[in-house]
Every structure is written in C-alpha cells, then in structure tokens.
C-alpha cells in the first residue's frame, strides 16, 4: 500500500498483526467460556462468565487496535532492549524451576529480583530480600486468610508450618 488517502501515512502493519492476535484471543476466550456449564447459581454469574467478558474485550481492543493501523496515527516504537526482557524470561524460567524444589517465596522473590534487575534496580543485595518479604505477604495472604496452597518449601514450612 503506497498511503492512505489525504494522509500520506500508511498502514501499521505491526498493529494489524497485534490486532488480530488480540481477536484471535478473545474469540478463543468466549467460545471456551461458553463451553463451561451454565452453573450461575444464587450471584448470577457461572464460571464461565469471567473468560467470556475479557473475551468480549479483547476483541473491542482488536477492532480498536485495527482501526488505529488503518488511520495511521500511532506513535513511533521505541527500539526493543533484548537484555532486560531475557532478564524477565530468565527470572520466569527460574521461578518454573524453583516452585517445587525451593517453594513459592524463594522462586517469586527471585523472579520479583530478576524483574527489578530489568527495570534498572541492579544491586540484587536489595532486591531478592525485598522480592522475599512480598512474597511472604503473599504466600500469607494465600495460605492463611484465602486457605489456598501453594507450593511450599523449608521457608513456608519453617514459617507456615507446611
């Protein structure tokens, strides 16, 4: 395409990729939350309900996103930085790793301080304590309040009792 009338911008075509990315989504979404049985019960609302509103949205957001490709109007992208996204992955690879052999605290304060890393927070003396208390209000929250499991390791056991 050589331009869009009166405008002389073309199509984003990254944006037209996204976009159909985000409708390909949210169409999964609601035919697999309309896939779940009609169980609403008393609230009105069944399982089902959640996966098929974000569904509904993602879709808005698709036509949305394809709209602004076709005028044209997005702003320039910044380059993508490689080493702070692998950091991120990195420190996801380590959280799957770690979540049985080390529990959830350990493996989510270590994510939390590969993503600090990331965003510019370089001194990890700071940042893994820090990633271990959220993470412990965290597991607490879960554990204690919410009766939820999961997965625990010697500090959970230490702290939790399991």
């Given amino acids: 395409m050589t331009g869009m009338p009166g405008t002389g911008r073309r199509p984003d075509g990254a944006a037209f990729i996204i976009a159909v990315l985000l409708g390909s989504l949210g169409a999964l979404l609601v035919r697999e939350g309309g896939l779940f049985p009609d169980r609403a019960g008393y609230a009105g609302v069944g399982p089902g309900g959640m ?5 509904w949205v993602l879709m808005g957001l698709a036509l949305w996103t394809a709209v602004d490709a076709l005028r044209g109007t997005s702003e320039a992208r910044e380059p993508i930085q490689i080493g702070p996204v692998l950091w991120i992955l990195g420190g996801l690879a380590l959280q799957i790793a770690l979540l049985k052999p080390a529990g959830f605290m350990v493996a989510s304060g270590l ?3 590969c993503t600090a890393f990331a965003f510019g927070r370089r001194n990890l003396l700071v940042t893994v ?7 412990l209000g965290v597991y607490g929250v879960f554990d204690a309040v919410l009766q939820l499991n999961l997965p625990g390791g010697p500090l ?3 702290m939790f009792g399991g």
């Fill in 51 to 55: 996966p098929f509103l974000v569904g």
């Fill in 111 to 113: 994510l939390f301080a």
């Fill in 129 to 135: 304590p820090i990633g271990l208390v959220f993470a």
């Fill in 156 to 158: 959970e056991t230490l």
